[in-house]
Nanobody, 116 residues
C-alpha cells in the first residue's frame, strides 16, 4: 500500500517563500512520476510541476522561474520550493504519484495561503 504525506503549507505574505514536502511510503520500485497539483476554490485541479524518477521535470507556465521541483529517490520524497509567491497561488496543494503499471496515488493536500 502506497501512502503520500504532504507537509510545509501555511500562510505567507506575497513575495514570500514556502517549501512543500511529500513523502511516499510503501513499495515503489518501478519508473514513476511525482508531482504537485493545486486546486483553488471554484477551480479545477491543475498541474503545478512534475518530476520523473529519472529526473525529467516539467512546470506549468504560471510557476516557471518561481517554483522548483526536486526529489530524493532514496527516500521517495519530492519537494516543491515556492518563491515569489502571489495571492493567486493560494490553493490546496496535492502531491501525486504515478507508478508505471501500478496506478496513481494522491496525498490529502496541504493548504497554501498567500496574503496580499
Amino acid at each position: 500500500q502506497v501512502q503520500l504525506v504532504e507537509s510545509g503549507g501555511g500562510l505567507v505574505q506575497a513575495g514570500g517563500s514556502l517549501r512543500l514536502t511529500c513523502a511516499a511510503s510503501g513499495s515503489i520500485f518501478s519508473y514513476n512520476v511525482m508531482g504537485w497539483y493545486r486546486q483553488a476554490p471554484g477551480r479545477q485541479r491543475e498541474l503545478v510541476a512534475g518530476i520523473s524518477s529519472g529526473g525529467t521535470k516539467n512546470y506549468a507556465d504560471f510557476v516557471k522561474d518561481r517554483f522548483t521541483i526536486s526529489r530524493d529517490n532514496a527516500n521517495n520524497t519530492v519537494y516543491l520550493q515556492m518563491n515569489s509567491l502571489k495571492p493567486e497561488d493560494t490553493a490546496v496543494y496535492y502531491c501525486k504519484l504515478d507508478i508505471l503499471r501500478r496506478g496513481t496515488y494522491w496525498g490529502q493536500g496541504t493548504q497554501v495561503t498567500v496574503s496580499s
